[in-house]
């Protein structure tokens, strides 16, 4: 199992973006987070098959219909493992 840090920017808040994560990495078997931050940025911390981390850093890029992705930053992450499931934080 793998696990990715992703950081996303541009108009990704208050936008379904956050829901649209969820959905697309519970439909991808990932288990995680995703939040906002105060920078205006989403966080997302997502751990499972690499094939499957590769997609959601693809499909991040694109996004929920209503949001403008300008950045995705992904990084490998140590930290953090055995999630149930994929779900939604506050913001940090």
């Not at 969820?22 to 078997?29: E, F, I, K, M, N």
């Not at 288990?31 to 751990?47: M, S």
């Not at 209503?66 to 913001?91: C, Q, S, Y």
Request: charged share 30%; proline share 2%; with cysteine.
């Amino acid at each position: 199992m793998a696990t990715q840090r992703i950081f996303v920017s541009g108009r990704v808040q208050g936008v379904g973006y956050r829901d649209w994560v969820v959905r697309t990495a519970q439909g991808l078997g990932l288990t995680g987070y995703v939040r906002n931050l105060k920078d205006g940025r989403v966080e997302i911390f997502a751990a499972g098959e690499d094939a499957s981390l590769q997609t959601l850093v693809k499909e991040c890029r694109e996004g929920s219909p209503l949001a403008r992705v300008d950045h995705v930053e992904n990084f490998p992450a140590d930290e953090e493992r055995g999630h149930k499931g994929f779900t939604k934080r506050f913001t940090a």
